[in-house]
T-cell receptor
Framework: KNEVEQSPQNLTAQEGEFITINCSYS?????LHWLQQHPGGGIVSLFM???GKKKHGRLIATINIQEKHSSLHITASHPRDSAVYIC??????????FGTGTSLTVIP | GAVVSQHPSWVICKSGTSVKIECRSL??????MFWYRQFPKQSLMLMAT?????????EQGVEKDKFLINHASLTLSTLTVTSAHPEDSSFYIC????????????FGPGTRLTVT
């Protein structure tokens, strides 16, 4: 069993749709990361959070520490949002655990 | 936001040769950097933790004599793939930890290595 589980694995949406990607973890964490990886491989760190909610543009990340669950939301999705989204956890023991990623395709 | 660069962005080399990949934190000092490997359509795999001025800590199963890591300064860590083989072909990504109240990790753009 992976320490970090993501769902769904693959997601196809129409442009404009509201998108949610979920992440559950089983370890004690000091931080939860959401990463975006575009085709070609470059990775961008979208959010790092340890509690509550963060918003950046059309992206929103939330975390519920008690339930060990985080979500990444994309409002008004656009084809340029098509990428792999990876959830990663920094454990309290300073180890990193990665989810397997969610491949998002937004169709015009 | 903080910036981490990698060089080269892609490299092709012949079997048996060694390849050095650089990871630099451009606008902050990073005592800790991380090296990851990613196989096609798979998630990141942590290879090693690089600490400035000390030996790197390698994850289980990663050959430290094959993947040499040197963190000689607070802004530079290097990964050298020695005696490269085709199975070493992969996407190598570094990240740097920016010290602060909540340590933030910034990822480099990655280096694609192809060994022929």
């Amino acid at each position: 069993k992976n320490e970090v589980e993501q769902s769904p694995q693959n997601l196809t949406a129409q442009e404009g749709e509201f998108i949610t990607i979920n992440c559950s973890y089983s370890v004690g964490i000091s931080a939860l990361h959401w990463l975006q990886q575009h085709p070609g491989g470059g990775i961008v760190s979208l959010f790092m959070l340890s509690s509550g909610k963060k918003k950046h543009g059309r992206l929103i990340a939330t975390i519920n520490i008690q339930e060990k669950h985080s979500s990444l939301h994309i409002t008004a999705s656009h084809p340029r949002d098509s990428a792999v989204y990876i959830c990663a956890a920094t454990s309290t023991g300073n180890q990193f655990y990665f989810g397997t990623g969610t491949s998002l395709t937004v169709i015009p | 936001g903080a910036v981490v660069s990698q060089h080269p962005s892609w490299v092709i080399c012949k079997s048996g040769t060694s390849v050095k990949i650089e990871c630099r934190s451009l606008d902050f000092q990073a005592t800790t950097m991380f090296w990851y490997r990613q196989f096609p359509k798979q998630s990141l795999m942590l290879m090693a933790t690089s600490n400035e001025g000390s030996k790197a800590t390698y994850e289980q199963g990663v050959e430290k004599d094959k993947f040499l890591i040197n963190h000689a300064s607070l802004t530079l860590s290097t990964l050298t793939v020695t005696s490269a083989h085709p199975e070493d072909s992969s996407f190598y990504i570094c990240s740097a930890l920016k010290p602060g109240q909540l340590d933030e990790q910034y990822f480099g753009p990655g280096t694609r290595l192809t060994v022929t």
